[in-house]
């Protein structure tokens, strides 16, 4: 009996097991696709679909001294009307922006970072292409995992962190 035990204590020894994917991207193998994350992130961030205190909540966690204007004031403003969300938004041929959310008072664009970091100065570009297309004030959002140590060019773009935007989620939804 021992010695039956022994064998099969080697045999469950040699078993791999196999790790199960733990998110809905990992499992659809999309898991460092910044395209598939940047439509999610979007989806969470439309007021049509969710709620607009998720973006309440992104600026209040995004205030910096670089910051010249109070985009929670203006966000919270009764004349602000939000007006459309945009991914992959090519402002010109050299920008492409990862998320644009524009309102009739100001827009943030957020440049979403997972494995990879500032490219070509394309912060400052950012910057530069936007002011071309709004005198609206903008909010500049650099997005990451807290592994990533991207730090963008232009000092405007603050960084969030993916488990601060789960916090406000969090805090947001109820399960």
Not at 47 to 52: A, G, H, I, Q
Not at 127 to 152: Q, S
Request: aromatic content about 10%; glycine content about 0%; some cysteine.
């Amino acid at each position: 009996m021992r010695e039956e035990l022994e064998k099969l204590g080697a045999k469950i020894k040699k078993i791999k097991i196999k790790k199960i994917p733990t998110t809905f991207l990992s499992i659809i193998h999309k898991n460092f696709d910044e395209v598939t994350i940047s439509r999610c992130i979007a989806f969470l961030l439309n007021p049509e679909y969710t709620t607009l205190k998720i973006i309440e909540q992104l600026l209040s966690i995004t205030q910096c001294e670089k910051d010249e204007t109070d985009f929670l004031q203006l966000v919270n403003d009764y004349t602000t009307e939000f007006e459309s969300i945009d991914i992959e938004d090519a402002v010109s041929s050299r920008s492409r922006l990862d998320i644009i959310i524009r309102f009739s008072t100001f827009w943030i664009v957020i440049e979403n970072k997972i494995n990879s970091y500032e490219n070509n100065d394309q912060s400052l570009k950012y910057e530069e292409d936007i002011k071309k297309k709004t005198n609206l004030p903008i909010k500049y959002i650099c997005l990451k995992p807290k592994y990533n140590k991207c730090v963008m060019r232009n000092e405007k773009f603050c960084n969030v962190f993916y488990n601060q935007v789960v916090d406000i989620l969090k805090t947001i939804t109820k399960y």
